[in-house]
């Protein structure tokens, strides 16, 4: 998950650019309606609705967005320490316009509904790490596989999901765990995985998430923060290693100039250019695998 060095960073980025928290919810609603699929990607009409789906502890609050032009691909995402909110939503839309069913979770459903934070608010702020380090630290990879598990057997009973392609899923910062975590927990039905500025992807020990490559069937993108990568440069060489061991196709990429929480477009430090690129990457590996 965010450790004290993103949380560093986050705090000079904010001080650099002088962000009010009115004025950063703003910039963040600019951000969401600028947000476009790519040159050359025709956007499909979409409906999208929030939704309660079977946990596997219980009823979880999500967000389901699919083409209405017939059965499409499924993915599952994983949203970042923050939790499912409106950013994620939209960020879920747009994916389900690139021709994806998608479902956006609240991983926090044990313990409370989304969202958890309000506009603006950042790890950066004390009360916010407050709120949502607890209930990060509640999360292990047992609930996050028996959840995938659940999660996906919803996606595949609903009738916009087309259940003769591979599914995919995609996580962001405490999510890029729960990408691997997911694979390989569904095996059988994950084709595709993609983790943003992953965080805690490879540990010491045996419970390591990078080990879990090796029970997956998937492909992998992988796009790490420079200042990620600046802490723990031989991340990714650990997980190449571990992914062409597996014999997984996989593209591993650093992203020069990217800050950690770069692709969520309410971060105060999301990089639109560099998180365009990374979404552009995602497509390309979806479409080789799920469409």
């Known amino acids: 998950m965010c450790d004290q060095d993103t949380l560093d960073e986050g705090r000079r980025y904010e ?23 790519p040159s050359g990607v025709r956007a499909a009409p979409v409906q999208s609705r929030r939704v309660v789906v079977p946990g596997a502890a219980g009823p979880c609050d999500a967000y389901f967005a699919a083409p209405t032009t017939g059965p499409a691909p499924a993915v599952l995402v994983w949203p970042d320490i ?8 939209t960020m879920g839309r747009r994916l389900a316009e690139a021709g994806y069913a998608v479902l956006t979770v609240n991983p926090y459903y044990r313990q409370t509904p989304a969202p958890v934070v309000q506009a603006g608010d950042q790890f950066s702020m004390e009360a916010v790490r407050a709120r949502v380090l607890p209930l990060a630290r509640s999360l292990t990879a047992e609930t996050t596989a028996a959840d995938a598990t659940a ?95 597996a014999g997984r196709p996989h593209e591993v990429e650093v992203y020069a100039g990217a800050s950690h929480g770069w692709c969520a477009i309410d971060s105060a430090v999301h990089h639109p250019e560099l998180a365009a690129r990374a979404f552009w990457r995602l497509l390309e590996r979806f479409k080789g695998v799920l469409a």
């Open 82 to 89: 923050l939790g499912l909110r409106p950013a994620f939503e």
């Open 151 to 245: 999660f996906i057997d919803f996606l595949d009973a609903q009738p916009e999901v087309d259940r003769s392609r591979p599914v995919g899923t995609t996580g962001y910062c405490m999510g890029g765990p729960m990408v691997l975590q997911t694979a390989a927990a569904r095996p059988d039905r994950v084709g595709a995985g993609a983790t943003f500025h992953g965080s805690r992807m490879v540990t010491e020990g045996d419970s390591s998430p990078h080990r879990l490559i090796a029970q997956s069937r998937a492909d992998f993108l992988m796009a790490i923060a420079e200042n990620d990568d600046a802490r723990a440069p031989e991340d990714k060489t650990v997980l190449r290693a571990a992914l062409a061991a």
């Open 15 to 37: 001080a650099a650019a002088a962000l009010s928290r009115r004025r950063f919810s703003a910039l963040s609603l600019g951000a969401a309606l600028a947000l476009t699929l």
